[in-house]
């Protein structure tokens, strides 16, 4: 089984920071902080994304009156080789710490693996933290933003920000109460500027694993999110739904709500560990804390390629974990 049912772990407090485009998107008011340039007043843009994970964190912790060494362990991760941010983030907060790198998949992955830690009994609480940026994530995957690539129609944009998200013991409003962790799909999509195709199947397939193991149907959510398929990778998806008679009119895409395609240059939509992030827990998780929705589903994706792979005419493996919210009534 790669589904697992939780009853003790609730969503404690959340930190969300953003950067200029997600500020300006259709979401912007929803989150906690944001910069208006893509250095946040650092020398560089690696130390920027650093400096917006622990703005995250720091408000996190404020808002439940907490110190960093209140949180038992901490996981996260990036999109920087060696989990570059959220490692040299953990070096300050002298508590046990594990990466995770499941690319744009890690904001529920590494909830996932928290939500286990807590429900097992391991520990009472847990931290979360993951980040991307897109000046970081494009001189490294792609080209230098500086060199001015011009990019191709399916291209996404890596959304920049910083995510932190406490899950507990303690009973509260929201809890986790489901994940579904994916299995590495390849349908040997070669293009690495082309996620979107790359991730639908993933996709597609954790939630078919989902609903067969947990004997659930789409009708069970209000809202099902996925990572960072964009406009062209969700219209694949719901093709490929379609095509299985599955209703999709309650499935959306968290790259598609962070940007408004149709004002903003981000081509097919958002990316990045922090897309997912910050739609969840900046818009998302209010409503759910509101009761406008009361059961959520969130699929993030994440496209495996590297640079070194790219260049051997390697395909674009991907993976998609799931997580379930729901109201606690």
Known sequence: MSSHLLDNVYIKQYGTVCGREEHNGPLGKYFDKYYKDHYCHEKSFEKAERRMLRDALDICLDKMNLKSSDIDIYLGGDLMNQNTTVHYLARDLDQPFIGVYGACSSFVLSLSLAALLIEGGVVRNAMSLVSSHNATAERQYRYPVEYGVQKKNMSTFTATGGVATCLSKEKGDIRIEAITLGRVVDYQQMD???????????????????????????????????????????????????????????????????????????????????????????????????????????IATGALLSPIMSAQKESVPAVAHAMSLEVVE
């Open 192 to 298: 690495p500027n082309d996620m979107g195709r790359a991730m639908a199947p993933a996709a597609y397939d954790t939630l078919n694993k989902h609903m067969q193991e947990l004997n659930r149907c789409v009708d069970d959510y209000d809202l099902i999110v996925t990572g960072d398929l964009s406009h062209f990778g969700l219209k694949l998806l719901k093709e490929m739904l379609r095509q299985d008679h599955v209703d999709t009119i309650n499935i959306n895409d968290c790259g598609c709500l962070l940007y408004d395609a149709s004002k903003q240059n981000v081509y097919q939509g958002g990316s990045g560990v922090a897309c997912s992030a910050l739609v969840t827990m900046g818009y998302l998780y209010p409503l759910l804390k509101q009761k406008n929705i009361k059961h959520l589903l969130v």
